[in-house]
């Protein structure tokens, strides 16, 4: 079964101290991958995505992730954490050539935790 | 995003009570979905939509029926709600096919969290 997973529930970070949330996947192909941030009593948030290409992909507020094909991984990233972004972040993959449909497949999710 | 616009934000319901959500996009986008999220599971697709004469069932959509009135308005309908429908709702949209570097993002609402008594 195609499934996407966020290893740990929680991440604590300090201010400053870089950070990663790790995503690994298992889907077949070669397929899209995406990163979403959840704000408290907010939807959910476009980060970054990986379609092809550099495997370092950078997006929004600073943060970037690393694809790799062998590990089928897709860990976020960023260099210095700030305490604003403690939110709950959700690595998401779509599959390859499913026929137009846009199927997000998402992991449980991960909450980021940055303390001053 | 407040391009997507979800209402009720919240509300609480009883066993049994048929319940109606709504979904509008102003972002001119055809695709559109329903996601229910759980703690602990992430999003699942409940119904997405193509376009307006488009609809289709995703991956948990037993207990769930929709509507697409129109190409920026997507209701999901809980015909007699049940306790473990409580959840947190999401709606998205995204532009569909042949769009270049637009294609496969989903824009999200803000979500409303339902309770079933």
């Known amino acids: 079964a195609q499934s996407v997973a966020q290893p740990e529930d929680q991440v604590n970070v300090a201010e400053g101290n870089p950070l990663t949330v790790k995503c690994t996947y298992s889907v077949s192909g070669n397929p899209y991958l995406f990163w979403y941030v959840q704000y408290p009593n907010r939807g959910l948030q476009f980060l970054l995505k990986y379609i092809t290409g550099d495997n370092l992909v950078k997006g929004s507020y600073g943060f970037e992730a690393e694809f790799n094909k062998s590990q089928t991984s897709f860990h976020l990233k960023k260099p210095s954490a700030l305490v604003s972004d403690s939110a709950l972040y959700f690595c998401a993959v779509r599959p390859r050539g499913s026929g137009g449909y846009n199927k997000l497949i998402f992991g449980a999710g991960t909450r980021l935790a940055v303390h001053p | 995003d407040a391009d997507v616009t979800q209402t009720p934000r919240n509300r609480i319901t009883k066993t049994g009570k048929r319940i109606m959500l709504e979904c509008s996009q102003t972002k001119g986008h055809d695709r559109m979905y329903w996601y229910r999220q759980d703690p602990g599971l992430g999003l699942r697709l409940i119904y997405y939509?193509?376009?307006?004469?488009?609809?289709n069932k995703g991956e948990i959509s037993d207990g769930y029926s929709v509507s697409r009135q129109a190409q920026a308005k997507f209701s999901l309908s809980l015909e007699s709600a049940i306790p473990n429908q409580t959840a947190l709702y999401f709606c998205a949209t995204s532009v569909g096919v042949g769009t270049g570097g637009l294609v496969d993002t989903q824009y999200f609402g803000p979500g409303t969290r339902l309770t079933v008594l």
């Open positions: 939509s193509f376009d307006v004469k488009d609809i």
